[in-house]
């Protein structure tokens, strides 16, 4: 079992919108409904955005959205603000086994 | 507000035995509609999960760590605990541990704790 791919970094400016891919196989996000997205600011515990691929969490914006496409799911997330920036990683159910992507900078210019 | 805290050693010895606690507040550990997990940090890297148990005592490890690795839960003290052997520098981390609503998201965690690996 590997870590879910995942751009190294991605960037946007104010009110624009950007999109965090996150790529694994059959076996992980391909095989289950069951991805989550995370985001974390430096020195602070990862935040739940989004799971079960596109649901999201009661007082998270609506401005963050997550989708599917076969083994590649993906997070947008539009309206850019400057309180967006931060590390982004996704996580897939896999069975017995739960990677994380390797996580996405996102920087707001 | 269900809180979650680990506590335990910030440093350990090459070849000794890591040992955490992560203390649950505010809802009970015994709830069947949750795993709790552990997931750790290198300093600057990404995210690794290490393993998830329910209140049964029923587990699943990282294949890479299952070697290593032991959860326990202690229903009676609403914790659960981890214990990761043989430990070299490649272990120092920030531990979290977190609540696993089924089957897979993480939607409250610890504030980390740092574990430094060294002689």
């Known amino acids: 079992q590997s870590a879910l791919t995942q751009p190294r970094s991605v960037s946007g400016s104010p009110g624009q919108s950007v999109t965090i891919s996150c790529t694994g196989t059959?076996?992980?996000?391909?095989?289950?409904?069951?991805v989550s997205w995370y985001q974390q600011h430096p020195g602070k515990a990862p935040k739940l955005m989004i799971y079960d691929v596109s649901k999201r969490p009661s007082g998270v914006p609506d401005r963050f959205s997550g989708s599917k496409s076969g083994n590649t799911a993906s997070l947008t997330i539009s309206g850019l603000q400057a309180e967006d920036e931060a590390d982004y990683y996704c996580c897939s159910y896999a069975g017995s086994y739960t990677p994380f992507g390797g996580g996405t900078k996102l920087t707001v210019l | 507000q269900l809180q979650l805290q680990e506590s335990g050693p910030g440093l350990v010895k090459p070849s000794e035995t890591l040992s955490l606690t992560c203390t649950v507040s505010g809802g009970s550990i015994s709830s069947s509609s949750y795993y709790w997990g552990w997931i750790r940090q290198p300093p600057g890297k990404g995210l690794e999960w290490i393993g998830s148990i329910y209140y049964s005592g029923s587990t699943y490890y990282n294949p890479s760590l299952k070697s290593r690795v032991t959860i326990s839960v202690d229903t009676s003290k609403n914790q659960f605990s981890l214990k990761l052997s043989s430990v070299t520098a490649a272990d120092t981390a920030v531990y979290y541990c977190?609540?696993?609503?089924?089957?897979?998201?993480?939607?409250?965690w610890g504030q980390g704790t740092l574990v430094t690996v060294s002689s």
């Open positions: 977190a609540r696993q609503p089924q089957p897979l998201r993480y939607d409250y």
């Open positions: 059959s076996s992980d996000v391909g095989g289950y409904n069951y």
